[in-house]
């Protein structure tokens, strides 16, 4: 990996990290890394950092650094980790750049795990053009003249000399020459990697906003699953309060049968008065079993449910038909509603034709939805169809419906909202607000 960047920008922070955070893994300590992350075993960890200058031993910038690298080159392999320092600095540029690559293309070849700080725009490209190597760059804030401390993988690094030397004092007439006495190639290229660098900030702005707005996105789907579950609670208390209020009714009724009974019993009537008490006795009766279908259905035996049986709902305590079985639950239908219930908490009923029962004549509710969509119909058809909606409506005991007219020329809207104001079935009516379809849409509360 060759990290390049300006001074003072965290290349030698950078390789420092790589080096302590191998070793502090091999010792067994904990690390502070993201989770997943994975890190080699290392035999060797060789280092060429810092300026080891010496008058004593006559040593140069070159010199301490090759005398270090010669030190253990020949030793580095596969299992070794390079983390070289300014590497090819302190001699001619020139030479000191064919060195570094020189360098660099022996720990290659012997597979060593090797990071490299470097100026050289020379190494850029070799890491460009070369497998097995790649730039990075360190961030740094030009303004305050920090170091950001991330790492890019992929970019090479700007020096941003020009950019730094103006911050510290350096005048403009002086910078600017200094920025025309560089070649054509190497500005464009500067400029070049200045916009990569923009465009790469962009995309991470972006990128956290979209992150953001997926949390929040989640969130709200948590809130909304939360707020149905509370829904679901609340309308299960409702039904088990009215199946109470049912219970209560049915008890009255009771009541009233065995006083009826005791008059029987007690009073010496004559044969008028008893017929006229049978007569209520029998009434009260059917009334009394006709409410008691919700208090306990009998069973039918059979083995599991399978879809098309009609079942009792226990915690419902209401009637459904089975839809589906998977495993140790069904999926019912229970009115408009489909429910997923353990088999544990489902009774079989008969079947309509297993039914010993006389014929009754029976009455269906019309089953009716809280919107209604005219549009595209003469206000003839519309006002038709409206009038039917709304008596099959105020049969399920719908509160309010939903009538879907849309703007157009107005004159179906004001059709609607005339028939609606004198309609008996309808309380009161309203346009829909900003957000449920405005003037294209009429809200209907039912009497």
């Known amino acids: 990996l060759v990290i390049t960047g300006p001074n003072t920008g965290g290349k030698t922070v950078t390789l420092k990290t790589v080096g302590l955070l191998a070793l502090m893994v091999q010792a067994g300590l904990h690390i502070p890394v993201a989770t997943g992350s994975a890190l080699p075993v290392f035999e060797a960890v060789y280092a060429d950092i810092g300026d080891e200058q010496s008058i004593e031993q006559s040593l140069s910038t070159f ?215 049978e007569t209520d006795l029998e009434g009260l009766e059917e009334t009394v079993e006709a409410g008691a279908v919700g208090a306990g259905p009998r069973a039918r035996p059979s083995a599991r449910p399978r879809p098309g049986d009609p079942v009792w709902v226990k915690p419902l305590r209401t009637q459904g038909e089975v839809l589906s079985v998977e495993g140790e639950k069904a999926e019912v239908q229970v009115g408009p509603a489909r429910v997923r219930v353990e088999l544990a908490q489902l009774v079989l009923q008969p079947h309509l034709e297993e039914k010993a029962e006389p014929s009754r004549l029976t009455y269906e509710v019309p089953r009716a939805e809280t919107r209604l969509d005219l549009r595209g119909r003469t206000v003839e058809e519309a006002l038709e169809r409206l009038d039917r909606h709304l008596d099959a409506a105020s049969l399920a005991g719908l509160p309010w419906i939903q009538i879907v007219h849309g703007k157009g020329t107005g004159a179906l809207r004001r059709a609607v909202r005339d028939f609606l104001r004198t309609h008996p079935l309808v309380a009161s009516h309203r346009p829909g607000e900003e957000g449920e379809g405005g003037e294209g849409v009429t809200f209907a509360t039912l009497a």
Not at 136 to 152: M, N
Not at 204 to 232: C, K
Request: proline share 3%; aromatic share 4%.
């Open 63 to 277: 010199s301490s650094h090759m005398t270090n690298i010669l030190s253990f080159i020949d030793r580095a392999d596969e299992r070794s980790l390079v983390l070289l320092d300014e590497l090819g600095a302190g001699t001619d540029p020139a030479e000191g750049s064919a060195l570094a690559r020189a360098l660099l293309e022996t720990f290659r070849q012997r597979g060593a795990t090797t990071f490299v700080a470097t100026h050289y725009p020379e190494l850029k490209a070799y890491a460009q053009l070369t497998p097995g190597v790649k730039n990075a760059s360190v961030e740094f804030d030009p303004e305050t003249l920090r170091p950001t401390y991330h790492l890019t993988i992929g970019l090479p690094g700007r020096s941003n000399a020009f950019a730094i030397a103006r911050r510290l004092g350096l005048e403009e007439e002086i910078a600017r020459r200094a920025k025309s006495l560089v070649s054509r190639e190497d500005r464009r290229t500067e400029d070049l990697l200045a916009d990569i660098h923009r465009l790469r900030l962009r995309v991470v702005r972006e990128r956290d906003a979209a992150h953001a707005a997926r949390l929040e996105a989640e969130r709200l789907a948590e809130d909304l699953q939360e707020r149905l579950s509370r829904i679901e609670e609340e309308r299960t208390a409702i039904l088990e309060e009215a199946r109470q209020q049912a219970d209560d009714e049915l008890e009255r009724l009771r009541e009233e049968i065995r006083a009826l009974r005791r008059r029987l019993q007690a009073a010496g009537a004559s044969l008028e008065a008893v017929a006229a008490v």
